[in-house]
Every structure is written in C-alpha cells, then in structure tokens.
C-alpha cells in the first residue's frame, strides 16, 4: 500500500466540491480522504463542522425515542429517552446528501455542501485575525440596529438603550464607529452628532473571548433539575440599572409568593453579586438560606458569569445553592422577575438618576411593592403570601421574622406609594 501523502494545506473549494460528491455517492471517509490527500480525521473535521442542520418535522414526528412504541407516551425528559442512531448520518459519510431513504427518513438531517462551507471557511480566516473584539457576523448585526437609527437622528445612548442585545458600552460603539469598522455599511464619523477625526481601522477582526461554559447549567439541565425535583421552588435572579455606570440593583424574585427583594451595587461583576448570597447566608444561617435559596434561575449577563462563586461558600466551600441560566437573549425563560421589574420602573423610571439611591432607599421601594396585591395571587400581597407559605404550626409569625431580617417592612393597602415621589419624599436623588 502507498503511503498516504498529506501536504499540510487548508482544503480548497475544488477538494470540498469533491468531498460533497463522495458523500452524494455515500463514500466513507477514508476513501475521500484518499481522493484528495488529506487524512480522514480532517475530512471528518471538515464535515462536520460545515454541515448545515435541517430538523426534522417535529408535528408530525414528536418522537423518535427507539422506546416510544413500550411507553404510549414519550418525553424528552424520560430518564430511558434515546433517539434513533443513523450511522450514515451520524458516523460515515456523516452527512445526508442524496441518501436513498431520505424520503422516508423522519430524523433529524445534516446536509454537506461545497460552497457554504468555504465561505463559513473564508469567514472564520478573517475572525481569527487580530483585531477589535468582534466577528464579521457580529459586525453586521451591529450595523443593521444601528444605521436606520443614525439616520433618525437617535443618539448611541438612546440607541443602547432601546436594544439591550447590544453588549458594547456606548464609549465602545463611537469608537468603533469612528475608527470606520461600520463604513462599509454606510456609518462614518458623519453619522454621529460630533465629528472626531481618527486613523481609519484596517477591517482587521479577532475572536472574542472564549465563552463562558455552561455545561450542566443550561436551561435545558434546569428544567431536567425541575422535573426530577418538582418539589424545590425557584429564586429568579436579575439586574435593573439606569446607568452602564452604576448604580445597579440585583433582584431576586420568590417562586409562588411573588415576593422580590433587591440589593444595591456599585460594581456589576460576579465577586459582587456573590457577595449578596454570602451576606444572606451569614444573616440569616446556612439552612434558612437553603430553604429560600434552593435554586436560583438568572441570565448570562457577565455580572453572574463566575458560577462557583454563587454556588458555593467563599469561606468554607461548601456548597449552598443549585444555579443555572437561561439560553442567551431569552429572557422570557424568568418571566416572573423579568415582569416584576416593572413594578421597580413605576417607582424608578429609565431617565431618573438613581446616583444618589441608598439601600434603605431599596428596602422601602420593595416594602411598598410586596404591599400591593395581586390578581394572580387572589388579591392578596406578596408579604402576605410569604408570611403564609414560611410559617409552621410551632412558629405562626415565622414568614414576618424573616422579612423583618430583610428590612421588608408591610404597608397599608392605601398607603402603598408606587410613584417615583416615594423615593423624592424619602431623599432627594
């Protein structure tokens, strides 16, 4: 047998042209990996790293657990749940071009095609290079929120503000614009209110940093968490702020009573944010906090990114609190807290500067918004709720000793203040 000769080269358009042909006529890996030079892992790499994802008609098909026919009824969540192997699909060529039973196939599919894989290619060339923290994809996402808005004549400010998908500071975005990365879309330095005069980027990109790992934390492992412990109540963890600057109220929202508290922070980083849970546990002792604590659901917001920190004591390592977080830009898996902020929106609106804000400040705000009833908790307050779901037949005033270790105080019914004068009349801001 000769021995193979591989030259160490990238693969071109013409060596992917013939591997989308080998996988039409479902060649392995190895015979294409011979046509052209290359070894088999690369074609393999190669594979399965550019094939595009077709899913399968899930109306028609819920299920393809291989046990579907034994249980009647199937779920994702089944501890038995295995999906139907395909090893044509899923081992050798890989891919599903041209498969003979493609028509009767009810799987998922993975078609490989020549020319969208150079260009997802070419593409990853230029986002490797050096450059500004951005890929060529987000710099084009970027440019189609911010051009018609620019020609509306709306500020980066206003801009940051209305679409919270945009992680970059305001600072970030003028520099980026006057430095020309947008000027292929029709953004320059003439686009901004203020002309700044600088050296025009050279369209020069590089990865952005490595991604948080969220493996075993996902929303899809919570709602496993749930399934298997139906029986342990979610805390829904977030950040309201008005400012990028500062200051920043962390809120947690109480499965079932609706109750929400909030902590006021100067910096929006994992150390202080976790400095809340430690300064809980120390309040109110390690097993009350696990009973209120079990399990907390947030976003991927960078100020939460550093997961041992909230899981596990700083001090003694041990381990307090299950936490997991929602699939990016999905905030409506914590619908709770997510809507309950806006209770904190009628008191602080978006355009009040909460410099000033204390919190003592916060601990009235939420006083009064625990004190207001609610439809979905049959005109009762969350206070009112919480006080009835911690007390026990020993301790009849449990529910309002906890509250009061939070500084949650409970209002008149007609007293209750959800104006932004409650704060006014309190401090001036």
């Known amino acids: 047998m000769s021995k193979q000769i591989h030259d160490n080269k990238h693969l ?46 899930q109306f028609n098909y ?39 039973n493609i028509t009767r196939c009810h799987l998922d599919k993975y078609f490989y095609y020549a020319t969208t894989a150079n260009e997802e290619y070419k593409n990853d060339l230029i986002d490797f290079r050096e450059g500004i923290n951005l890929t060529t994809l987000e710099v084009k996402e970027l440019a189609h929120i911010l051009k018609p808005l620019l020609d509306q004549g709306h500020s980066l400010y206003q801009i940051k503000s209305s679409h919270k998908e945009i992680k970059q500071c305001v600072k970030t975005l003028y520099n980026y614009i006057e430095m020309g990365v947008f000027k292929d879309f029709g953004i320059d330095n003439f686009s901004l209110k203020e002309k700044v005069n600088r050296k025009l980027f050279k369209n020069k990109y590089k990865k952005r940093k490595e991604p948080v790992n969220y493996t075993n934390h996902t929303y899809k492992d919570y709602l496993n968490f749930k399934a298997n412990n139906p029986e342990v109540p979610t805390t829904e963890m977030d950040t309201v702020f008005n400012s990028l600057s500062g200051p920043y109220i962390q809120t947690f929202y109480f499965e079932g009573s609706g109750l929400m508290i909030g902590f006021l922070h100067k910096d929006k980083t994992s150390q202080s944010m976790s400095n809340t849970l430690d300064y809980l546990e120390n309040l109110l002792g390690h097993d009350l906090y696990r009973e209120l604590f079990p399990l907390i659901l947030t976003d991927r917001g960078v100020e939460f990114e550093i997961i041992n920190l909230f899981e596990f004591n700083k001090q003694t390592g041990e381990f307090r609190t299950h936490i997991f977080y929602c699939d990016a830009y999905q905030s409506s898996q914590k619908p709770h807290v997510e809507n309950s902020h806006n209770y904190i929106r009628d008191i602080i609106p978006n355009q009040m500067d909460i410099s000033n804000i204390t919190q003592d400040d916060l601990d009235l705000l939420f006083s009064h918004i625990n004190s207001t009833p609610r439809k979905s908790l049959k005109d009762k307050t969350p206070y009112e709720v919480f006080c009835f779901m911690m007390s026990n037949p020993n301790n009849r005033t449990r529910g ?26 309190n401090k001036t801001l």
């Open 12 to 57: 071109t358009l013409d060596e992917r042209k013939i591997i989308q042909i080998g996988i039409e006529h479902r060649s392995n890996k190895v015979d294409i990996a011979r046509t052209i030079g290359k070894d088999p892992t690369t074609i393999a790499k190669e594979i399965k790293k550019h094939r595009t994802f077709k899913p399968r008609n």
């Open 400 to 425: 309002k000793d906890i509250l009061d270790l939070l500084n949650v105080k409970e209002i008149k019914r007609d007293e209750v203040i959800l104006k932004p004068y409650l704060l006014k009349n």
């Open 62 to 100: 819920q299920s393809i657990c291989i046990h579907r026919k034994e249980c009647g009824s199937c779920k994702k969540q089944c501890s038995r749940y295995e999906e139907i192997k395909c090893n044509e699909r899923d081992k050798s060529p890989g891919a599903c071009n041209k498969c003979p």
